[in-house]
């Protein structure tokens, strides 16, 4: 019975990591039609903007709302100057994305070496629940997921901002006839994007360790994942990720752990080669 | 450069009409093209001669890297009638080439294989079974795969092989298989060294001219038709998704043999080659060059490699960097890649019209 409630919070919380990283992918993804292969390299940014605090003296928590601002704000930046030429061309979009980010991966990599870097959990210890043990902070990271996804949810359903994303993403020319700047929805949509991914570096961080193939090992399941949920929708790709994330977690439970890593790829492929709309079809939220 | 791209685009319909110099004329680079002298002969040419000479002038250790270029070389091919000639994004690219090289591989560990009539199309058909399979299940179906699902699919491909060679202890996990016997004709072992790199150079060429005739055939028309319009193509009654699967195969065949003679070349095989480093460095290799023109493969790949073997003693750490930003750039300025400088949009797409032009002047003046 405690093993089973372990191994249901260890693939809660994997599924809630996953969670948090393919939000910002799905919503730029979804909302703009760019596959973001820098998005992992946001990530990164943010686990190291969270060390580089740390390592400062600053307090940890600190740096992890610092993160999803910083990384925001550069990726408003880079979408002005770079992402904005790409939007006719899915396939020159990833290609720069790529570029992008391995420009800031190998920095990050030049800046940190090739160590892994530690970072304490800002909230340590365990919840003692019976006999049972569970980590406070990945605890807190499923909380703050969930916090998360709900302010993204609202945000885009019931806000004049998010109303705005959605009449840009069903019909830009419409959007820009009724006076909403596309432009800027695009930016602000992209800085968003990236702001999440920057948070969910930041807290991460503790359980991974930074080291620079930090945002790689989650970009494909990223991907995989927004392919599984859908694209077009915000709910789409958080239920891929749902999915994804609790099928990696829970299959080396049950099988070799290579099998299943392999089988959670095939699967999806498969999946989404008979299901091309993925688990959620349509536009909107 | 847009009021030159703008030329461009409309040289491409033309060009097929048969009508060629008057549209070309006003691109920038194309001109010279148009002035009726063909670059792409030169550049081929110098290239070849560059390559032939390459290990009488070079030191030993230089030979020994030049011969794993020219190997990458044959690699960036690969890629490049993939992308550059059908528009399927593969980045799932190493799967052919590292699949190819761990079959090989295990054929010399375990079965004592190395006659180079053997393992050579052994690994040709690896990456040629995997590419089937692969392209097969991504590209055929009833409904055609979007752009994007396919070039996901590729990666995800790629990324799930690596992961399993890295988790397999058959395959040496994280270590692959290192010391492979090298690979024998008859009583004669290729170490690395001058014969080896005439070896992959002959290769290198046979399948170059091979990928030469196949572009400038009926198919590789097909195929550059497929790449600016695909409806267009499917709507002219040629079966589109097919021609991409046999395109996705034969370049899946000429990674694999990429792949087995890396293999040979390098004694040891690691789960990188399956993964997604050497996917992405093809992929680089063949942007920098020049997507779309088989020489253009080739220089990116010299000049990537080159410059990062030159520039990795003393700039090691920002090399990278520089490669990202120069990456970039080429997206954003030159998506044609670094031979656009010196190559026409005409000659890049081909010559078909201009041969049937020939034929009518000749026509014209025998009687």
């Given amino acids: 019975m405690a093993n089973a409630f372990v191994a249901a919070f260890e693939i809660l919380s994997f599924g809630a990591i996953i969670v948090l ?50 990384v925001g704000a550069l990726g408003f930046v880079l979408e002005a100057l770079i992402i904005r030429r790409f939007y006719a061309a899915p396939i020159v979009a990833m290609l720069g994305t790529y570029a992008l980010g391995l420009i800031i991966r190998e920095s990050v990599r030049g800046l940190i070496g090739g160590f892994y870097l530690t970072v304490p959990e800002p909230i340590g210890g365990s919840i003692d629940i019976g006999a049972m043990h569970i980590s406070a902070w990945r605890f807190t990271i499923i909380v703050i997921t969930l916090l998360v996804m709900g302010g993204c949810y609202l945000l885009l359903s019931r806000t004049s901002f998010g109303l705005r994303v959605r009449a840009t993403l069903e019909n830009p020319s419409l959007a820009r006839a009724s006076g909403i700047s596309t432009p800027l929805i695009y930016g602000a949509t992209f800085a968003f994007g990236a702001a999440l ?67 959670v790829f095939v699967l999806a492929i498969v999946f989404i080669k008979f299901r091309p709309q993925g688990l959620i079809a349509g536009k909107g939220v | 450069m847009p009021k030159a791209m703008g030329a461009v685009k ?37 290239v070849l001669v560059a390559a032939l000479l390459a290990p009488l002038v070079l030191q030993d250790y230089l030979t020994v890297f030049a011969t ?75 409904h055609p795969s979007s752009v994007i699902f396919v070039s996901l699919g590729t990666l995800t491909g790629s990324y799930a092989a690596d992961r399993l060679a890295r988790g397999w202890y058959y395959l040496g996990g994280q270590n692959g298989i290192p010391s492979i016997a090298p690979m024998t004709l008859g009583g004669y072992e290729f170490s690395e060294g001058p014969a080896f790199y005439y070896l992959v150079l002959g290769i290198l060429i046979a399948v170059y001219l091979l990928c030469r005739f196949l572009v400038r055939s009926q198919f590789g028309l097909a195929l550059a038709g497929l790449r600016e319009n695909e409806q267009r193509i499917a709507f002219f009654g040629y079966k589109a998704q097919h021609l991409k699967a046999i395109i996705f195969a034969i370049g899946g065949a000429i990674a ?40 253009g493969a080739v220089i990116g790949t010299v000049i990537v490699e080159g410059v990062s073997f ?58």
């Avoid at chain 1, 190291?48 to 307090?59: E, Q, R």
């Avoid at chain 2, 095989?269 to 063949?286: C, F």
């Avoid at chain 2, 700039?315 to 120069?326: E, K, M, S």
Wanted: hydrophobic share 60%.
């Fill in chain 2, 310 to 367: 030159w520039l990795s003693d003393n700039y090691r750490d920002i090399w990278p960097i520089i490669l990202g930003l120069l990456l970039l750039l080429v997206i954003l300025f030159r998506p044609l890649g670094l031979i656009s400088f010196v190559l026409g949009e005409r000659e890049r797409v081909g010559s078909f019209g201009a041969r049937v032009k020939e034929n009518v002047k000749e026509k014209r003046n025998a009687p």
């Fill in chain 1, 197 to 263: 991914a920057g948070l969910a570096g930041a807290l991460i961080v503790p359980v991974f360790s930074l080291f620079a193939d930090l945002g790689l090992r989650f970009l494909i399941q990223g991907f995989v994942a927004v392919m599984v949920g859908g694209v077009g929708s915000f709910i789409g790709p958080v239920a891929g990720a749902g999915v994804i994330g609790t099928l990696s977690a829970a299959l080396p439970w049950v099988m070799a752990p290579v099998v299943a890593d392999v089988l």
């Fill in chain 2, 256 to 295: 694999g043999l990429a792949g087995s003679l890396y293999a040979f070349h390098e004694g040891f095989v690691w789960p990188n080659m399956v993964g997604v480093v050497v996917s992405t460095q093809v992929v680089l290799y063949v942007l920098f060059g020049g997507s779309g023109t088989l020489i």
């Fill in chain 2, 10 to 46: 409309q040289a491409i319909p033309a060009e097929i009409g048969g009508d060629v110099d008057a549209a070309v004329a006003g691109g920038g680079t194309a001109a010279k093209a148009a002035a009726g002298r063909k670059v792409l002969p030169i550049v081929e040419g110098v």
């Fill in chain 2, 68 to 142: 794993r270029v020219i190997i990458l070389a044959l690699f960036a091919l690969s890629f490049d009638l993939v992308w550059g000639y059908a528009g399927i994004m593969s980045f799932g690219q190493a799967l052919f080439f590292g699949s190819a090289g761990y079959g090989v591989a295990l054929l010399a560990r375990d079965l004592d294989i190395t006659n180079i009539f053997l393992v050579l199309p052994a690994g040709t058909l690896i990456g040629l079974t995997f590419a089937l399979l692969l392209g097969g299940f991504l590209l055929l179906g009833r």
């Fill in chain 1, 21 to 70: 990283i393919v939000l910002g992918l799905g919503i730029i993804a979804s909302m703009m039609g760019i596959f973001n292969f820098a998005q992992g390299e946001f990530v990164l940014l943010g686990a190291y903007i969270t060390y580089l605090a740390y390592a400062k003296g600053l307090p940890i928590w600190a740096g992890m709302v610092a993160a999803p601002f910083v």
